[in-house]
T-cell receptor
């Protein structure tokens, strides 16, 4: 399985500011995703991070609010823009395994954002 | 998007008891995955199932891929305090679409 590191692990942010979350994978992966987990809720897919092209966003999520970069096969960033208290969530980077782990989805440890 | 019905929502059990939770879907899946999430952590993959009828164990955990491909269950035998957490099921139909259940919060009393 891939080892996925996220930064920051947690942060407290002021309303109206933006924060960028980094995701580093220890191996090259094709499929990389960003999920949001609101307090006490399940996981909701924000977007698929595509290497070298624009991310593919799910319904209800837009690029202006959640810009994503994926410059190579091991790294991606998610920015939460113009934050409001409703953006307080855990943001999770995830990748589909390769080789024997194809079909399995692995997660980073998450970035817990609190917006005041 | 696709909704998975996961039950129960929460469980309070005594240490040593067995636990069972399940997920159902209105659509078929090619893969079922079970995760555990501890507070402040990301979900950790416990078991992956790839074929209808498949029964797979990981220590005290056993999961099965339903014959209809629309359901899966996870059993935990002889529960211990460190089993506390939230368990999620996930189903995959095609290569990059994973759908998650709402989670089962497990509490174990020593």
């Amino acid at each position: 399985s891939a080892v996925i590191s996220q930064k920051p692990s947690r942060d407290i942010c002021q309303r109206g500011t933006s924060l960028t979350i980094q995701c580093q994978v220890d191996s090259q992966v094709t499929m990389m995703f960003w999920y949001r987990q609101q307090p006490g809720q399940s996981l909701t897919l924000i977007a698929t991070a595509n290497q070298g092209s624009e991310a593919t966003y799910e319904s209800g999520f837009v690029i202006d609010k959640f810009p994503i970069s994926r410059p190579n096969l091991t790294f991606s960033t998610l920015t939460v823009s113009n934050m409001s208290p409703e953006d307080s969530s855990i943001y999770l980077c995830s990748v589909v395994g390769v080789g024997a782990n194809t079909g399995e989805l692995f997660f980073g440890e998450g970035s817990r954002l609190t917006v005041l | 998007g696709q909704q998975l019905n996961q039950s129960p929502q929460s469980m309070f059990i005594q240490e040593g008891e067995d636990v069972s939770m399940n997920c159902t879907s209105s659509s078929i899946f090619n893969t079922w995955l079970w995760y555990k999430q501890d507070p402040g952590e990301g979900p950790v993959l416990l078991i992956a199932l790839y074929k209808a009828g498949e029964l797979t164990s990981n220590g005290r955990l056993t999961a099965q891929f339903g014959i209809t491909r629309k359901d899966s269950f996870l059993n935990i035998s002889a529960s211990i305090p460190s089993d506390v957490g939230i368990y999620f099921c996930a189903g995959r139909y095609n290569f990059n679409k994973f759908y998650f259940g709402s989670g089962t919060k497990l509490n174990v009393k020593p």
